[in-house]
């Protein structure tokens, strides 16, 4: 049973950066693809960034050039290191792996962006 566990979610002022990590309870190098959506309340739940097993990536135009994924197989972690945070980054944001036809999601963590 693969678990993901997602963490480093808090309150911050807008401009400010967080490192959100997803730590898997198996190894991650048999994920073909591993990624964070995001969901405000009311909204549906959004694409935000992913990683491929062969580390190429792919981020949602709304936090292009502010949001980096990374992932280190040896701690079995996915990183998403948020920088000039905005109040509508304020979400729960999920973390999600793929292996073949399986999806698995991490529970949340809350991310709230304000003065």
């Known amino acids: 049973q693969v678990q993901l566990v997602e963490s480093g979610g808090g309150l911050v002022q807008p401009g400010g950066s967080l490192r959100l990590s997803c730590a898997a309870s198996?190894?991650?190098?048999?994920?073909?693809?591993m990624g964070w959506f995001r969901q405000a309340p009311g909204m549906q739940r959004e694409f935000v960034a992913h990683?491929?097993?062969?580390?190429?990536?792919n981020y949602a135009d709304s936090v292009k050039g502010r949001f980096t994924i990374s992932r280190d197989n040896a701690k079995k972690t996915v990183y998403l290191q948020m920088n000039s945070l905005k109040p509508e980054d304020t979400a729960v944001y999920y973390c999600?792996?793929?292996?073949?036809?399986?999806?698995?999601w991490g529970q949340g963590t809350q991310v709230t962006v304000s003065a």
């Open positions: 990683i491929t097993r062969l580390g190429f990536t």
């Open positions: 198996g190894s991650i190098s048999g994920f073909d693809i």
């Open positions: 999600k792996a793929d292996r073949g036809s399986a999806r698995y």
